[in-house]
């Protein structure tokens, strides 16, 4: 590492490679959220993927260049709109017969979009586990920033 | 001999025990939980075996077989976030500490006495 | 009917999830939702307990997701629960009013309303739902919420004591966890009462070692949950230091639900106590009547003085419950009942005394009956209620239990209970001379009543004291007391009646 200054980030080839294949991460998390009912994973799995993508982008490029484009109130506010989705959904079966209850219809197996309700409540899983372990990692980093 | 792996489990148990019970730093003591979290999932996994079955995943192509016992499986999801949201918790409560302290060291961190 | 059981967990986290959504834009929006939450569930408790006698078997159940009930998840109503359901929703009612003024000098107030109603959700889960596993994942939600608002606010005291929780309250869920893989490893069910006729149907030779192995282990556990004597040392530096409504409800409901509750469920309804596990229980609290009281006599922090007398009234409801006679179990859960409303009371006037002369310290307070009428007369009459004299609830309950002692001929219980309710009524005396009508060696100036918030609480909860022991009235009792009785004294057919109603 040429530079020791933690602000300016890391050297010019790891953030060219960043650029490069942050956007693969991302898309891995997504990819095991999405078939989570076909094949291992599911939401908490999916969700710290994406978590990890985030805090790669913090690594290489420092803690100010991407709290300015993404600061810690708006990774807030979609983990709590992740977590009102859960509760809409198992209301939404409440309302109809039982809590938690299959509405969607069962649709073929192993197809993407079957099995009920799993697709929708692994997505609203990996909302809230994604930004809350992104807004946790920024509120530790902004303790440690404010005292020194 | 079949029961080696539980007895195993037993032993990261009380290495974690340990490290909560006697070391007197607070990263220490953060670790020394996460080993006795591990060490607890690692055994309910384990309860879970049947002899000679495979993996509880049915995909298009695979046939019917025994297979080993899923429910442990899905409780160890649950019992894993929850030890994650539990170090969470610690290792910010131990960072606020050392800024009002100063130090990590549990036998000066007394102002609550009697 | 059985519809509005899930209700109870749905409300308070569709509170939690829109205060973290809408109430960081909007003080006034979290304190309205957060009392409205806490209205709701107070009223869905009276209307069960109205519709819980005209029920068959005097129970309620619900298949969540519709599934049957060893592959489901089953939430369970009884007369137990319905006790402590009302108890742990009315006190939070008064926690939750109170904290609109209380909690007026920290920023960030919706964080607070948040992490309340997801410790009020994870209460009222542990109560009604009738599956191990679940019961844990609900008992660790409502601890998590508890070790981050015990270090709500940023002094010292209160990280040092949030620590100090966090690694007891850990190892004891370690350890409730280890017993639940034990428990699946043998019976290969979760389901409480599925679980309770497997084993009831098990014929091995190992089954009574395998039992007793397990009641240990779960009294270690939920022993630390709920301050038992050798475990207890997390108590008074958590009560000491956390925020007065947050004290209030952890001393008065939280430690009940997951410690005292949960245990009395596994033990009495789903294992069948022997004759061993019950004198283990009894000599528990003998102890934490005695070591709470006696380490109580020398405190000069009010708060920290009502923690540890916390610890000693646990110990009367544990010797009455480990009686297991129906006198005994009878005076144990009306105790229970009791010491929430008082040990809230007590909480919440010192929390009013410190928001207005800015110290704990009885030496230091003192001349507050001209000045704040109010609040004196909620401490005089908080206690009047614990010391137990007549006609307030303590002395009803406490009275019980000494019967209770003597009927089972357990002479020396009863003699410690008799002598350690002389030591609370010093211990009390000393407070009320020292802390409200002496004279105070500090001279304050500006001291007025507290603000209408904070007072209206403390009148409900004193209502609540004088009028309480009319629910020993035969009339009355037969409705609702001694149906609760009968839950634990009948033991495994709670199972049975379960299992028809699947």
Redesign the interface.
Known sequence: MKEKNNNSGMTLIVKTITRLTVGLIMLYGLYITFHGHLTPGGGFAGGVILALSFIHLILVFGKDFVIKKFSEKIAGVFESIGAVLFLTIAVSGFLVGYFFINIYGKGIPFNLFSAGIILPCNLSIMLIVGFGLFCAFLTLLLFISSKE | MSHLPYILCLIL?LIG?YA?LVKKN?IK?IIG?GI??YS?NL??VL?GYKKQSIFP?L??DTQIQPMVDP??QA?V??????GL??T??????????Y???ETFDITQ????K? | MNNIIPLFVIIPLAGAFLNSLLGRFSKLFSDILSNIVCILTTFFSFVILFNLNLSPNNILTYRVGGWVAPIGIMLVVDHLSVLMLLTVNLVALCCCIYSISYMEKYTDKWKYYALFMIMLAGMNGVIITSDIFNMYVFLEIAAIASYALVAFGDESEKLEASFKYLVLGSVASAIILLSIALIYSYVSSLNLADISLTLSNMVDVNKVYFIKFISLLLIVGFGVKSALVPFHSWLPDAHQSAPAPISAMSSGVLIKTLGIYAMVRILFNIFGVGQKILSIIVILGLLSMFVGVILALYQWDYKRLLAYHSISQFGYIILGIGLATPLGILGGLFHLINHSVFKSLLFLTSGATESTLGTRDLRRMGELNKKMPLTTFSALIGSMSISGIPPFNGFWSKLIIIVACIQAKQYFAGFIATIVSFLTLSSFTKVLKYGFYGKSEVNYENIKEVPGAMVVPMIILSLCCIFMGLLLLPHIRQYFLDNVVNVLQQGTIYATKVFELR
Do not use: C, N, Q
């Not at chain 2, 999801?77 to 929850?82: F, R």
């Open positions: 148990f025990l909560v607070l003591i939980l006795i979290d607890l055994f309910l309860i995943i995909s298009k429910l442990p409780l999801l649950t019992a894993i976030v929850i949201a539990v969470m918790l610690m290792v910010a409560i131990a960072i606020r500490l800024e009002k302290y961190i007394r102002k609550l009697g």
